[in-house]
Every structure is written in structure tokens, then in C-alpha cells.
């Protein structure tokens, strides 16, 4: 079994920035495909950024410019660093990882979520 635990979340004003982190308890699945979805009051859940095993990023086009995913692979931890925030970036977010490098294949495992929220 492979436990995420997110933390980092919180209140933040438009404009600030806040870091996530996403702890992985069995290191080799920081090599393979990990990403952060988050789930806004009345919407369905998305993709906000994914890294793959290869270190290629994939942004929502919501965020690019503003939000930057990485990994330390000593920790292991992946984090999710979001600037300039705006209302619309409230909600829970929550890491995912696939159980291969590339992420075509879906999410196996999944973090509880933690909530971000943004005020004007």
C-alpha cells in the first residue's frame, strides 16, 4: 500500500503564494508519474499539473505561468508551488500517483486532499 500525505494548504489572500507538499511513504514512486488534481466548489475534479518519470510537466492552462510542479526525490516528496492566486484556485487539492513513469495510464493511488482557499 502507498500512502500520500498533503500538507501546506491554507488561507491566502489574491496574489499570494502558498507551497504544497505531498509526502509518498514508499520511495520508488517518486520516479514514476505523480500530479496534483483539485476539486472547486461545483466543478468536477482536474488536472493541475502532472511531472512523469522522464521529469516532462503538464499544466492546466488555468495555471501555467503561475504554478510549477516538482519533486525532491531524497524525501521523497512532490510539492506544488502555486503564486499569484486568484479565487477561482479555491479548492481541495489532492496528489496522485500512477504506478508507471509515464502518465497515460491513470492514477492508482491518492492523497486525502488538502484545502486551499483564496480570498479577494
Known amino acids: 500500500q502507498v500512502q500520500l500525505v498533503e500538507s501546506g494548504g491554507g488561507s491566502v489572500q489574491v496574489g499570494g503564494s502558498l507551497r504544497l507538499a505531498c509526502a509518498i511513504s514508499r520511495p520508488t514512486y517518486i520516479n514514476y508519474c505523480m500530479a496534483w488534481f483539485r476539486q472547486s466548489p461545483g466543478k468536477e475534479r482536474e488536472a493541475v499539473a502532472s511531472l512523469d518519470g522522464f521529469r516532462n510537466t503538464d499544466y492546466a492552462g488555468s495555471v501555467k505561468g503561475r504554478f510549477t510542479i516538482s519533486k525532491d526525490f531524497a524525501k521523497p516528496t512532490l510539492y506544488l508551488q502555486m503564486n499569484s492566486l486568484k479565487p477561482e484556485d479555491t479548492g481541495v487539492y489532492s496528489c496522485?500517483?500512477?504506478?508507471?513513469?509515464?502518465?497515460?495510464?491513470?492514477?492508482?493511488?491518492w492523497g486525502q486532499g488538502t484545502q486551499v482557499t483564496v480570498s479577494s
Open positions: 496522485a500517483t500512477a504506478t508507471s513513469a509515464l502518465c497515460r495510464s491513470g492514477y492508482d493511488y
